[in-house]
């Protein structure tokens, strides 16, 4: 959730003139409903006192629609771009909502490990004035180190779809009880890989449960199949025109494949970003990249699926904590990282599917601060360009570095490029040598008489030819 800044003091690098402040003040505007108070809202005085310690003054536009229609039991499909406080839209009225001894009354439903302990973070910050307990479950940790929290009968569980269905297996955690289920990024939730098994955890809840499903994006086969887990919805979707954070300045580098290592280096050292994600499409290339980066002395750390849980937490520890400049990560960390503190998204990779551009670059411009987000383009690369641009609804403007130098082409890359225009060179000689001679009008040997057909016999056997077979 983000913060309105309307009251705060001018802080570095913050806009000094009164246009430019009152730009501010409008990107705000597109964010925040400052006509009203969380107060106003209809939350009770215990969750009020979680918001106001947390410092939060104005609703977010998706929060000042959503949370009152969730209070009033409504089931809600809400579509809002990154950044705009989804979580404290769900999580306000689950916490208003539910009270204490109701054991295992709501579930939120999460695609990944890191964005399970981000929510049920999120979550106990804002009902730190309630007695109210959340626990998150998800793989990757012992099941012995949740099995005790379960036993005590905590009110709300986050976990991943996975774990979730491996606790309730073996009898921890029960679905008959739950009064509110959540689907926090619906459109991932939804999709192909996780399908069965919302069908499986939704549907063995035969008390159907309200529902709330909240994403930055929601097509149009995600949201019918949304519906039909759903009881009369109500839509509700955030008025900002874009579906990409208003604060992030977006540009492209355009910067050949075997160059963008380089490439990398020369933007991390330019530029000085303060704290800098770098998402790559695969496991590998960030490991990979990665190596190169520390090779370079840049205090560079991994986080992927590959590693392990115990490995992943303490880079996620080190990210909040500030103590460390570059995090190159897959995406799975698109859908789990929530932290202030990130000034620069790179897309070393574009990604194949434009909406995962947008909660990539959905990272940074957190807590009403700007944001750069550079994408790294290979030639080849326009149609994915273009699409990401057409999601976001901008036209997304190339930077270019003129005291980057490219390196050559690689030994492997030109001796490929050699050997296919030698293909192509000897194709196309070897249909010069079989190409038959050109026919001459008077060519009696071909056409007695000198007669050149100029069309097709008006009969033809069309294979009907009479054989001596029966």
């Not at 491996?166 to 289920?181: C, E, G, K, Q, S």
């Not at 490439?263 to 960030?286: D, I, N, S």
């Not at 490029?417 to 009008?441: F, G, H, Y």
């Amino acid at each position: 959730m983000t913060t309105s800044t309307d009251k705060t003091p001018p802080q570095e690098n913050e806009p000094s003139t009164d246009a430019e402040a009152l730009a501010e003040e409008a990107k705000d505007e597109e964010t925040f409903d400052t006509s009203k108070t969380f107060a106003d809202l209809g939350l009770p005085e215990d969750v009020l006192a979680g918001i106001t310690k947390s410092g939060f003054v104005h609703p977010t536009k998706i929060q000042s629609s959503l949370i009152p229609a969730a209070l009033s039991g409504r089931h809600v499909l809400g579509q809002a771009k990154t950044g705009t406080g989804k979580t404290a839209a769900f999580g306000l009225p689950m916490l208003a909502s539910i009270k204490p001894g109701d054991h295992f009354a709501a579930l939120v439903l999460v695609p990944t490990r890191e964005l399970a302990i981000q929510v049920a973070r999120e979550i106990k910050d804002l009902g730190a004035g309630t007695p109210l307990s959340v626990v998150p479950v998800y793989g990757g940790q012992r099941i012995t180190a949740q099995a005790p929290k379960l036993e005590r009968g905590p009110e709300i569980i986050v976990g991943t779809p996975g774990r979730v269905m491996d606790l309730h297996d073996r009898r921890m955690l029960p679905y008959d009880t739950v009064r509110m289920a959540v689907l926090d990024e619906v459109d991932r939730m939804l999709d192909i890989g996780f399908r069965d098994d919302i069908r499986k955890i939704l549907g063995g809840m035969k008390q159907r449960p309200q529902t709330i499903f909240v994403s930055a994006t929601i097509s149009g086969e995600i949201e019918k199949l949304a519906r039909s887990y759903m009881k009369d919805p109500i839509k509700i979707v955030s008025k900002e025109k874009s579906l990409t954070v208003a604060r992030v300045a977006q540009s492209w580098i355009k910067v050949e494949p075997w160059d963008k290592k380089h490439m990398l280096h020369h933007l991390l050292t330019h530029e000085t970003p303060a704290l800098t994600v770098v998402f790559c499409r695969t496991k590998r290339t960030v490991d990979d990249v990665t190596r190169y980066l520390n090779r370079k002395k840049i205090d560079a750390y991994a986080i992927h699926g590959d590693m392990i849980q115990s490995q992943r937490n303490k880079v996620m520890e080190r990210l909040r904590g500030g103590n460390l400049g570059v995090l190159v990560a897959s995406d799975l960390a698109a859908r789990g990282l929530d932290v202030d503190g990130i000034s620069h998204v790179i897309n070393y990779d574009l990604p194949e599917d434009p909406e995962v551009y947008i909660h990539r670059i959905g990272r940074t411009a957190r807590a009403g601060r700007n944001g750069v987000a550079w994408s790294l383009v290979a030639p080849f690369q326009g149609e994915l360009l273009t699409n990401c641009e057409m999601l976001a609804n901008i036209e997304i403007p190339q930077q270019e570095y003129a005291d980057f130098k490219p390196g050559p082409i690689p030994a492997d890359i030109r001796a490929e490029t050699e050997l296919a225009e030698k293909r192509v060179q000897d194709r196309e000689n070897s249909m010069k040598r079989t190409e038959a001679p050109p026919i001459k009008a008077d060519d009696n040997a071909a056409f007695p008489g000198g007669i050149v057909p100029t069309k097709m016999p008006a009969r033809r056997m069309q294979g009907k030819v009479r054989t001596r077979r029966r």
